[in-house]
């Protein structure tokens, strides 16, 4: 297992960045994205060595409390649960045992991926030399793949990311990142705030789930409508049993429509909240590509916890203490929880992880992006061709008019409403041209890509009617700098997605 392990460190970073649409096709995409859902761990012993050979002190000086068995494992590191000691809380100026997420990265794992990732140059090479290869271009995908790759081993280099992301979005109360604990950050040890929360994977299913449930209700109701008619009421002339039966049936039936209320009740807040998860990260993804420039290119579902904030700000104490006021001292039970969960209910919050794999776009190519979406929304197939060469490697593809021609084709044949309803598909179909026309995405763009198609996964999953089209038509209606700056602190004013 350890002797394998090395090598899957690899691997899956590699699927994570090789899982790219524009030179692979969409089922070896999604067998790659498979592949990188799990990573095996190393052995608890060597981090308890890591952590101190990193802080040249004994682990139990540093922590109270240490979970031998990690929480969660990656392709580069592994988590591990404690507590602070006192002389270690007093250094980052942190009350004694703050509960904390160790990152440590595994044994051997960067001379041995330097040493694979040799290996893999050559077999790129070897492979762009046999028939049917050359046009995936192999070996220029694994150069591309080099640079992101070390600054993903460097746990320090996480830690600055940490620090970038929350001093963007410092003032959105429905958006967190870990926060590093100076001086415990090192380059193979990274020690930083525990967040909890509940992965974004179980909110996805649910929504999943009520779909399929909506649709046999809807099947359920049509078979319904053709059945026959209701029986006539019943009256005292048919004999006082029958009206006693049908008065208990009454109370059942009452019963019956309170628990379905209660039901539906239950259903609207998930939809909520399925709502609100999947509109803050269309945003929170839209402000890191428009505006910061700085982008977490790694947002799948397994690095995104969802929690509740309570937004009443201790509104809710305040009115539960008046009422008590007014009531002579009688206690009202339930006050608080019902101004907290019907009049200001708690909103979720988003908490992003693992940031040691970001993108940052020069200033052509961040233009560039934003004319591919202006093209884009206005469904003019040969602007976005351009855009999308501009975006690209020179000298890869081998026949540039004849793929501005065929997307152009391609939008001249598209529903309008598709591409706002199912963009996720049109992207898709429109990256299988770039493959089919051998144009390379720069290496940034192409993570930016894979980012968005994502982004716009799980968030469609979560909810249907959230279209990124439409956003991205109204912020990039007018001069896009203004316009995106005006809408994103729009945003951040609502008291929906941020309170400031």
């Not at 001093?167 to 429905?174: C, D, G, L, M, P």
């Not at 029958?242 to 009454?250: G, M, Q």
Request: hydrophobic content about 45%.
């Amino acid at each position: 297992m350890l002797l394998c392990m090395p090598r899957l460190c690899l691997l899956l970073p590699c699927c994570c960045y090789l899982r790219r649409p524009d030179m692979f096709p969409r089922d070896l995409c999604q067998a790659l994205e498979a592949l990188q859902s799990n990573a095996p761990s190393h052995a608890p012993a060597h981090s308890v060595a890591a952590v101190e050979a990193a802080f040249q002190r004994p682990i139990k000086e540093l922590f109270t409390v240490w979970e031998a068995e990690p929480i969660a494992s990656g392709s580069i590191a592994q988590i591990h649960r404690a507590r602070l000691s006192p002389q270690a809380a007093a250094q980052c100026q942190l009350p004694a045992n703050t509960l904390v997420a160790v990152k440590v990265r595994h044994p051997g794992v960067g001379v041995l991926m330097a040493r694979d990732f040799v290996l893999m140059e050559r077999a790129a090479r070897t492979a762009g030399m046999l028939p049917g290869f050359k046009q995936l271009r192999l070996d220029e995908s694994v150069r591309q793949f080099g640079g992101p790759l070390q600054e993903q081993l460097d746990l320090s280099v996480e830690a600055q990311h940490l620090d970038r992301f929350g001093r963007n979005f410092k003032s959105w109360r429905n958006v967190k990142f870990p926060t590093p604990i100076y001086p415990f950050v090192k380059q193979d040890v990274l020690v930083e705030s525990f967040e909890p929360g509940s992965a974004i994977h179980g909110y996805v299913a649910a929504s999943a789930a009520y779909a399929a449930q909506a649709a046999m209700s809807a099947l359920s109701d049509d078979n319904s409508s053709s059945s026959p008619a209701a029986m006539p009421p019943i009256t005292e002339a048919a004999g006082p049993g029958l009206v006693a039966a049908a008065a208990d049936a009454s109370v059942t039936k009452t019963l019956a429509s309170v628990k379905a209320a209660a039901k539906r009740s239950g259903e609207n807040e998930s939809l909520r909240v399925r709502g609100a998860i999947a509109e803050t990260g269309m945003h929170v993804y839209l402000k890191m590509l428009l505006r910061d420039n700085f982008i977490h290119a790694d947002m799948h579902p397994g690095n995104i916890l969802v929690r509740e904030v309570d937004r009443s700000g201790g509104i809710a104490e305040r009115f539960a203490l008046l009422l008590k006021q007014i009531s002579w001292g009688v206690p009202l039970p339930g006050v608080r929880e019902i101004f907290r969960n019907v009049v200001m209910p708690p909103t979720p919050q988003l908490v992003l992880l693992d940031t040691g794999m970001i993108a940052e776009l020069s200033k052509s190519d961040q233009h560039s992006v934003v004319q591919f979406f202006k093209a884009l929304t206005k469904q003019n197939g040969e602007a976005v061709a351009r855009a999308i060469l501009s975006m690209s490697e020179m000298h890869t593809c081998p026949n540039p008019d004849g793929f501005v021609r065929s997307l152009s084709d391609m939008f001249n044949n598209l529903d309008p409403e598709k591409i706002r309803t199912r963009t996720s598909e049109v992207l898709q179909d429109m990256i299988e041209e770039l493959r089919q026309h051998q144009v390379t995405l720069k290496s940034t763009v192409s993570t930016v890509v894979v980012t968005t198609l994502v982004l716009e996964g799980w968030s469609k999953e979560l909810n249907p009617d959230l279209h990124i089209m439409d956003t991205l038509r109204d912020m990039l209606a007018m001069d896009w700098k203004d316009r995106i700056s005006r809408a994103v602190d729009k945003v951040m004013a609502s008291g929906q997605l941020a309170v400031v």
